[in-house]
């Protein structure tokens, strides 16, 4: 197969994106209300954040508005929704669902930016995914008592599990040849976002 020119993968990468929120609008159209400003103000957001994810991926290859274009479309698409009614909860419900998507977007960001998982950037993202999961649980009643009863009842065992996790850590650090979670190769400076 032919390797297609820049100028038309930069098309085809433009029209993706306008059938993906194109589809999007006419999935939560049918659920939002007639006259309702909150699913324009979202489509508008969705937009800008696509406008920024485009230029970040086709122009400008920078890592954070990468990652803000990412997120904001993210983002958007969650509270457009909620807002059109397409999910039967609140935003007051789903705010943690906003600290997992900003773990994804994090990891997605690595991706772009060095084309492989560094653990400077999946482990704070992975984290973030989990802690957004683990608090939507809360809101959301499936974990049916408080977040503070269950951090009385079960606090001491996470203490537990992150002191063996740390101890752990130390003794396999002890042996030289394995590298982790150090990465030598792993060049952090601003050169490879700028191509120089």
Sequence with gaps: MRKIKVPILNILLAAGFICIFAGLFLLVHPFAGVGNVTPFVNVCLIIFGALCFYFALIKYHHAPLFFFGLYLCLAATLFLFVSSGFLPVGWDKLWPSGVALCGICLILTCLFRHHRL??????????????????????????????????????????????????????YQQNPVIPFPYEPEADFSDDEVTGE
Excluded at 128 to 154: C, H, K, P, T, V
């Design 118 to 171: 560094l653990s400077a950037y999946f482990v704070p993202g992975l984290i973030l995914f989990l802690l957004g999961d683990f608090f939507l649980l809360f809101s959301l009643n499936i974990i049916a008592m408080s977040f503070r009863e269950f951090m009385s009842r079960w606090g001491p065992l996470f203490l537990i599990i992150a002191g063996v996790l740390l101890v752990g850590l130390f003794l």
